[in-house]
């Protein structure tokens, strides 16, 4: 994830969203963001992310956080993937892999030695003025919305301060 650093700008980005209309990251501008890209909708590890930010939504909302998971899947497969397993978390489509690029997590991967192009498992914490606060890279799901939400509460408290 050679692109994206922590106290750098998070780039800007407005995509389809599941639910009809768009998602932007200005529109959230004076909130924390936690943007989780994950390879595919209705797979075991990501449905299990996706799964365990919902869980823990209202405490995000709590923290003054929004969360946004992002993969090149379409809205239609967003919309299927939200409603069969009760999603609250925002689904953003990004099928033409450009804020997948920018984010530095449409990566060459290998499995059984055939190599392929893919989203790389990160997860971004961005401030309320669109600043890149913690990148979690080559996530592992188990425990992870949890630890997001700790960095969440502790960037809320010191903007408090």
Known sequence: M????????????TLPRDGGGTVS?????????????YP??????????????????????AAGAVVIGMSPDSVKKHDKFAKKYDLSVI????????????????VEKSMYGRRYM?????????????????????????GHADEVLAAAKSLSESAAK
């Open 25 to 37: 990251l200005a529109e959230f501008r004076g909130k924390s963001i936690v943007l989780f890209f």
């Open 91 to 106: 689904l953003a489509a990004d099928e033409d892999k450009t804020v997948l690029d920018q984010y530095g997590v449409w």
């Open 118 to 142: 893919g989203v790389e498992r990160t997860t971004v914490l961005i401030d309320a003025s669109g600043i890149v606060r913690r990148v979690w890279e080559k996530v592992k799901v188990p």
């Open 40 to 61: 595919k909708d209705d797979t075991s590890g990501c449905t299990a992310e996706s799964i365990a930010f919902t869980a823990l939504a209202s405490e995000f909302a």
């Open 2 to 13: 050679a692109n994206l650093k922590e106290g750098a700008p998070a780039p800007e980005f």
